[in-house]
């Protein structure tokens, strides 16, 4: 089967960096991607893993690991408005998209 | 451009009853998807279409109708609601499939089947 595991609730401070992991079990693996969520609202694309290795797209930055099963969202520099779910994303092929159950990131002062 | 837009936003339903949730996009996109998000949990595809005139199915299509008649709209059926149906029913689109291809959410509909 196909599974993602993520951790339910992360809390950091304002400024700091945390990083959110995730593994995955698949029979093929097509990219892994990472989406943010405000308060029930529309889920937003914040990148994707194809490759092993770092994306950066300014304050965030993704890592993949293929032999692991195993990738991460890094956010630096956290802000107040960070405060959202974060779901990493496998792509199963043939258009469909697995959420993982996400982790609740907190932002405290 | 508008993006995504759902209607309606909120809806309540009795047992049994039946609606259609509509979505749209202004994108041009080929790719089109129902999701449903249950409390505390991440989104679980119900179905897809990759092009006007198609349809499959997601993870969890039982209990759900879909049609793509026009390549803008992707129209969402509930025949008989049942109570396990309550959630928040989010549309996407995008370009083509992959997760390299970024998904553009709607809104959401909040539904309440009682």
């Known amino acids: 089967g196909q599974s993602l595991e993520q951790p339910s609730e992360v809390t950091a401070v304002e400024g700091a960096i945390v990083q959110i992991n995730c593994t995955y079990q698949?029979?093929?693996?097509?990219?892994l991607s990472w989406y943010q969520q405000h308060d029930g609202g529309a889920p937003t694309f914040l990148s994707y893993n194809a490759l092993d290795g770092l994306e950066e797209t300014g304050r965030f930055s993704s890592f993949l690991s293929r032999s692991d099963s195993y990738g991460y969202l890094l956010l630096q520099e956290l802000q107040m408005k960070d405060s959202a779910s974060y779901f990493c994303?496998?792509?199963?092929?043939?258009?469909?998209?697995?959420f993982g159950q996400g982790t609740e990131l907190s932002v405290k002062p | 451009n508008a993006g995504v837009t759902q209607t309606p936003k909120f809806r309540v339903l009795k047992t049994g009853q039946s609606m259609t949730l509509l979505c749209a996009q202004d994108m041009n996109h080929e790719y089109m998807y129902w999701y449903r998000q249950d409390p505390g949990m991440g989104l679980r595809l119900i179905h897809y279409?990759?092009?006007?005139?198609?349809?499959a199915k997601g993870e969890v299509p039982d209990g759900y109708n879909v049609s793509r008649l026009k390549k803008q709209n992707f129209l969402l059926g509930l025949e008989s609601a049942a109570p396990s149906q309550t959630s928040v029913y989010f549309c996407?689109?995008?370009?083509?499939?992959?997760?390299?291809?970024?998904?553009?959410f709607g809104p959401g509909t909040r539904l309440t089947v009682l």
């Open positions: 996407a689109s995008s370009t083509g499939t992959g997760a390299m291809n970024e998904q553009f």
């Open positions: 994303v496998f792509f199963a092929g043939g258009g469909k998209l697995i």
């Open positions: 279409s990759v092009g006007e005139g198609t349809t």
């Open positions: 698949t029979s093929g693996f097509y990219g």
